[in-house]
C-alpha cells in the first residue's frame, strides 16, 4: 500500500543478496534489537532462526530475515532512505541524476553524521562511481515501481499470481499486481520474494510447512472446521452492502492460502468489530496486537481493516506516523467511498420508513 515500503523492501533483498551463499542461506549479520515492543512480543515465544537470546538481550540477523521481518529499529536506515528516494519520484520535479545524486546523499550523511569525517563525507559529485550508483539505487527502484502499471491477477492463487508477473517479464512489461495488499512486481519479484511478501516464508518454506500441515491432517480423524464462514459472515454485518463482492474475494483467498492467513482475516474482523461497536482506536489497536503479528501479516491486518472497516482510513492513520502521498490518495479515495455509500444506507432507511 506504500511506496516507500516497496522501495525498502527491495533495497533489503539487493543488499542481502551480496551475502548470498552456496547453499541459499546468506552469511549472518547479528544486530542487537533496541526496539522495546518487538521485544516485548518476542518473550516467552519460540524464537524464529533469524532471532536469538544472548547475555546482550535479543539479536536479529539482519541477512537471514527479510526486510517484513526486520524489527522496526533495523527498519529504520531502509526506510529513510526510500522516503527521500520516493518523494523525489512522488514530487515530480525534473532534476539532473547529479542533483538527485546530491538531495539522497545529503540525506544518508545527516542520518550518519559518523561519515562525515571520512570518505563518503563528501559532495555527491565527489565519490567513487560505485558509491554513487548506491545512492541513485534507491531512486531507481522508487521511480520503477512508481511507473508500474496495475493490473489484476488472472488466478486466486499466490502461484497463478507469480505465473502472470512472470508472463509481463518475459514481454518486458513493467507490471505491479495488488495481491491481498501486497505489490508485486514484475521488474523486481522472484518467487521467494512474493512468497516472503504475502506469507512471510520463502516458496520452499511454505512446501515444507504445507507438508507437515498435510501430513499432521491426514492422521488426525476429523479434519478441524475451518473459521471462514463463520467470520465472513461476522464481516458481512460489519461492511458495506457494495464491497460485499471484494468482501467474499478477500475471505476466498485467505481460506485457500491456509491457516497462516485466516488467522490474519481473523484478527481483521475482531478489530473491524471492535470499532464499529464504538470502542476507541487505542482499544481496538490493542485487540490487534494481540493478534501476534510479524511485519508483514500486521500490514496484511492493516489493509484489511482499512479497506472494509467504515472507520478504517481513521485506525490506518492512528497507526502510522508517516503516510506517504500515495497512500494518502488511496486513504482519501476509501473516506470518499464510505462518505457515499453512508449517505445510500441512510437514503434507504429513509425510504423503508416512509
Known amino acids: 500500500m506504500t511506496l516507500y515500503k516497496d522501495v525498502a523492501f527491495e533495497a533489503h533483498e539487493r543488499w542481502r543478496l551480496t ?9 549472518p549479520r547479528w544486530k542487537t534489537i533496541k526496539d522495546q515492543k518487538f521485544i516485548e512480543n518476542l ?20 541477512a537471514n530475515a527479510s526486510y517484513n521481518q526486520l524489527s522496526p529499529d533495523w527498519q529504520k536506515e531502509n526506510d529513510e532512505g526510500a522516503k527521500v528516494a520516493a518523494d523525489i519520484v512522488l514530487g515530480g520535479k525534473i532534476l539532473t541524476e547529479d542533483e538527485i545524486g546530491d538531495i539522497i546523499h545529503n540525506a544518508w550523511l545527516e542520518r550518519n553524521s559518523w561519515a562525515k569525517d571520512g570518505p563518503l563525507g563528501v559532495p555527491y559529485s565527489e565519490l567513487e562511481k560505485d558509491e554513487q550508483e548506491k545512492d541513485l539505487e534507491f531512486y531507481y527502484i522508487a521511480l520503477t515501481m512508481n511507473n508500474a502499471t496495475l493490473m489484476e491477477s488472472t488466478s486466486k492463487k499466490l502461484l497463478g499470481a507469480i505465473e502472470d508477473l512472470e508472463r509481463y517479464k518475459k514481454l518486458n512489461l513493467n507490471v505491479v499486481i495488488d495481491w491481498n495488499g501486497q505489490n508485486l512486481y514484475s521488474e ?7 512468497y516472503l511478501k504475502v506469507l512471510d516464508m520463502t516458496y520452499d518454506q511454505w512446501r515444507a510447512l504445507k507438508a507437515k500441515v498435510n501430513s499432521k491432517m491426514e492422521k488426525e480423524t476429523l479434519k478441524p472446521k475451518s473459521k471462514i464462514p463463520e467470520y465472513r459472515k461476522r464481516g458481512e454485518a460489519l461492511i458495506y452492502p457494495e464491497r460485499l463482492t471484494n468482501w467474499n474475494n478477500c475471505m476466498d483467498n485467505a481460506d485457500a492460502d491456509g491457516p497462516y492467513s485466516v488467522d490474519i482475516v481473523v484478527n481483521a474482523v475482531e478489530v473491524m468489530e471492535a470499532l464499529d461497536q464504538g470502542k476507541t ?5 490493542e485487540i490487534a496486537e494481540n493478534g501476534n503479528h510479524s511485519g508483514y501479516s500486521w500490514s496484511r491486518m492493516m489493509n484489511v481493516v482499512t479497506r472494509f472497516s ?39 432507511l429513509t425510504r423503508n420508513k416512509k
Do not use: W
Request: charged share 40%; hydrophobic share 30%; with cysteine.
Open 188 to 194: 523486481f519479484d522472484t518467487i521467494d520474494t512474493c
Open 43 to 62: 518473550n516467552g515465544k519460540e524464537l524464529p532462526s533469524y532471532i536469538r537470546k544472548n547475555e546482550k538481550g535479543y539479536e536479529i540477523d539482519i
Open 281 to 285: 482506536i487505542e482499544e481496538a489497536t
Open 310 to 348: 467504515k472507520r478504517g482510513p481513521a485506525f490506518y492513520r492512528a497507526n502510522h506516523e508517516i503516510i506517504d502521498p500515495k497512500s494518502e490518495k488511496i486513504l482519501q479515495e476509501i473516506e470518499a467511498e464510505n462518505r457515499s455509500f453512508a449517505e445510500a444506507e441512510k437514503s434507504n
Open 19 to 27: 551475502r548470498l551463499k552456496a547453499d541459499g542461506t546468506y552469511d
